[in-house]
Nanobody, 120 residues
């Protein structure tokens, strides 16, 4: 059973930066694809970025291209979401997700989320 914990959220002014971390325990992240999602009250969870276990990154949302970067450090069992040029519309709870395929299904784990608020 993999446990994920996000950290690094907080209050930041528009144009500022934050780096979120997703630390895993109980398993090795190098076997998993890692994604970051975000959610605002009253809306569904939105995919932000994904990084494969081989390190290939994919953006789910055009709104973050050129501003957000996903990375992973398998030695530290951690993934990162670097967020630059933040906008008020980036305000959300950010979640880390780890997925690994298995015969007949997949292993799918979520962290509890970390709040990011972009406001002056």
């Amino acid at each position: 059973q993999v446990q994920l914990v996000e950290s690094g959220g907080g209050l930041v002014q528009p144009g500022g930066s934050l780096r979120l971390s997703c630390a895993a325990s109980g398993g090795f992240l190098h076997n998993y694809a890692i994604s970051w999602f975000r959610q605002v009250p009253g809306k569904g969870r939105e995919g932000v970025l994904c990084i494969s276990k081989h390190g290939d990154a994919t953006a789910f949302s055009d709104s973050v291209k050129g501003r957000f970067t996903i990375s992973r450090d398998n030695a530290k069992n951690t993934s990162y979401l670097q967020m630059n040029m933040l906008k008020p519309e980036d305000t959300a709870v950010y979640y880390c997700n780890a997925v690994r395929l298995r015969v007949g299904g997949s292993y799918n784990y979520w962290g509890p989320g970390t709040q990011v608020t972009v406001s002056s």
